[in-house]
């Protein structure tokens, strides 16, 4: 993959899908002048609306009205940037899923094999029958009138979204909406950012499905910059947090995490072969590994006698485009297979049962969701297409959520509608208060514990209200329904918690922000990414690991004390790899650490390797891979958590 490509592509494509969806809103009779949304009048008679003297479909009045609520409530250029965002995702998507002949039809929806127009509009008539929704008499009077391909297309691409919405309604969803009102113009000229995004990307750029991760990163790299520096704003924090993990650090949390607790489980497995980045524990005292085995043999208990794949949870916490998760998903996939599961059968187990991901940036969400199902849809094809015994679509059910707040909630108007059917008010109250700042505090928030002893039956109660007929009730389980779920996930405990936390210093932290960790995380509140360690140990079991790329300053500052007494007196270092400041090259020059804290004995033998006298950040891997598989390189030691304490040079911190 040419990263070079997507680093000059992605932020000019950011300023011409907002250019592009800005002049579709001005064609529409919307602009913004002096911070005031100006509304042009619109006129509707019959199966036609007039705004400013051009006519559109009747239907467009209405989505044109919730563009304008959402325009008022929003403001006119975050709304611009949320839809041209949207966009961006879904035109990416279809590039990928064209390219490995994922849309189920055999046409390509952005280009052509034949280097002509897009394969979907020249087989239009074809598509009749594969695509849902699609008029077959005005897909055929367009396609006679000859000069009304624009309008084809524009039919086209939206069917083709609608047929992708139930396998995936979190990128998807049909498109009746404003969205659908705000998709560009002009989509078939040759400076279209449909064009420009093919043209742009080599197709041999596509193979993984890791550029996803790569464009999103790219894509909020000039936001980053004009938010960076300063106190950022609760709707900036995801531009102004977020790093794309280079993928041999991925692979090194990942397989010294989840790999680790099933090769402790099972000796006998030979895929440590297979990890190029998991290190074999050095030999412990006799009673850390009596603890050790004392500990794994407990988690093993509670599956019966042995480690099941399908009980096994993974968390990223702050997921953003899925690069943890996506690697995660081959280390369970080697899992599974080396159990003996059917290859087939193993995609939808490890989408439903072990990954688990949490963001507070919708759109990031949204594309790490996409990224597992690629993974998942290239081991079974029938992925999208499962039914169940009376025919109807089984998609597999994703465990990745954005983070959604409760604010314009009614505790009120939700319990006057619950209540008669046995959902607590204390409850309601509990959860809309919980993620009233949902998209501040993300998973940092923790869920009460009288909250916590309801979770489990709430989803099947709202199941029921939903069926009761109550048109009110039904739209007030709906509303619930969405914090629940994410209640739960934040309410769990993973076998293994991986995380490129966010990283924020206290004097770039809103005053909400701030006060938030003052009370919750007192100690551990110099930055972001302390507490989110806190808060990630929590969230692991006592057999259990969690694995984090983060600032090294917390090794040797004084302001960081409280978060090393904690790991270090009750935790281990299992290892850890301090890469050279290069680590993230593409996107920003970051000093940190990689590692591995294990639960249990603070007297754990820990490996740590020292790249920083590295370079370049192509050469790191290549050395640390050398070092783990020859165990004998000088830039490596073995240190307990005693030792570690009493380490405390600034410059080299591990030797």
């Not at 042009?40 to 239907?59: E, F, L, N």
């Not at 742009?200 to 464009?215: F, H, K, N, Q, S």
């Not at 029921?464 to 309410?491: I, N, P």
């Not at 770039?508 to 100690?523: D, M």
Request: charged fraction near 20%; aromatic fraction near 10%.
């Amino acid at each position: 993959m040419n990263k070079a490509n997507l680093k000059s592509y992605a932020p000019q494509a950011r300023k011409d899908f907002i250019t592009a969806v800005t002049a579709r809103a001005n064609l529409l009779g919307l602009s913004e002048k002096a911070g005031t949304l100006e509304v042009a009048p619109a006129q509707t008679q019959g199966d036609v609306t007039v705004i400013a003297g051009q006519a559109w479909p009747a239907k467009v009045s209405a989505q044109r009205d919730q563009l304008i609520v959402r325009i008022r409530k929003d403001g006119f250029a975050h709304t611009m940037e949320a839809v041209a965002y949207t966009w961006f995702n879904r035109f990416a998507a279809l590039r990928y899923m064209e390219l490995h002949d994922y849309l189920g039809h055999g046409h390509r929806a952005l280009s052509s094999t034949s280097g002509g127009l897009p394969d979907i509009l020249t087989h239009a008539t074809d598509l009749t029958n594969e695509l849902p929704g699609l008029n077959a008499a005005k897909v055929t009077e367009l396609k006679l009138a000859g000069n009304r391909d624009g309008e084809l297309y524009r039919m086209l691409l939206v069917a083709q979204c609608n047929a992708l919405s139930r396998a995936m309604p979190f990128l998807f969803e049909r498109i009746d909406d404003d969205s659908e009102l705000l998709l560009p113009d002009n989509l078939l000229r040759s400076d279209s950012v449909i064009a420009k995004l093919v043209e742009a990307i080599p197709e041999e750029d596509w193979a993984e499905v890791e550029i996803i991760g790569w464009l999103y990163q790219f894509y909020i790299s000039e936001k980053k910059d004009q938010v960076i520096g300063k106190v950022v704003k609760s709707e900036d924090i995801p531009a102004a947090t977020q790093l794309f993990t280079p993928n041999w650090i991925v692979q090194y949390l990942v397989q010294n995490s989840v790999g680790r607790l099933w090769l402790m489980a099972n000796p006998q497995s030979t895929l440590a072969k297979e990890w190029p980045y998991y290190i074999t524990p050095a030999e412990q005292t006799p009673e850390v590994q009596a603890q050790l085995d004392a500990l794994i043999q407990t988690r093993v208990r509670e599956d019966g006698d042995t480690l099941n794949p399908e009980s096994i949870t993974v968390l990223d916490p702050a997921c953003g485009s899925g690069h943890i998760l996506v690697v995660a998903y081959d280390v369970l996939k080697a899992i599974y297979l080396e159990r003996g599961y059917q290859p087939r059968a193993i995609p939808r187990l490890i989408l439903e049962k072990n990954l688990y991901g949490l963001d507070i940036d919708d759109r990031a969400a949204q594309m790490a969701g996409f990224a597992l199902l690629m993974k998942a849809r290239a081991d079974d094809r029938r992925l999208f297409t499962a039914t169940d015994e009376a025919g109807n679509l089984q998609p597999p059910k994703l465990n990745v959520l954005s983070l959604q707040e409760s604010k314009g909630l009614s505790v009120d108007e939700l319990a006057t509608h619950l209540v008669p059917f046995k959902v607590q008010r204390a409850t309601v109250t509990a959860l809309v208060e919980t993620f009233e700042h949902a998209k501040t505090f993300g998973s940092l928030i923790q869920i009460p514990y009288a909250l916590k002893t309801h979770l489990a039956v709430l989803p099947e109660v709202l199941a029921l209200v939903k069926q009761s007929g109550d048109m009110y009730a039904s739209a007030a389980a709906d509303d619930l329904l969405q914090l629940v779920q994410q209640a739960q996930v934040l309410a769990m405990q993973f076998d293994a918690v991986v995380a490129n936390p966010p990283y924020m210093g206290g004097k770039y932290l809103n005053l909400l922000l701030k006060a938030f960790l003052k009370e919750n995380y007192k100690n551990y509140s110099k930055d972001l990414f302390s507490a989110f360690m806190i808060r990630c140990l929590s969230a692991s079991k006592s057999t259990g690991t969690s694995a984090f790329v983060t600032p090294f300053v917390w090794l040797s500052l004084s302001s960081y004390e409280f978060l090393r007494t904690e790991i270090l007196d009750h935790h281990s270092i299992g290892s850890l790899v301090k890469p050279s400041y290069t680590s993230f090259f593409e996107s920003a020059i970051v000093p940190l650490v990689a590692f591995v804290i294990e639960r249990g004995s603070s007297e754990f033998l820990g490996t740590f390797f020292d790249l920083g006298y590295l370079g370049s950040a192509e050469s790191q891997p290549i050395k640390l891979k050398e070092g783990i598989e020859f165990s004998r390189c000088e830039y490596k030691y073995l240190a307990s958590s005693a030792d570690f304490k009493e380490f405390q040079a600034v410059q080299s911190p591990i030797g």
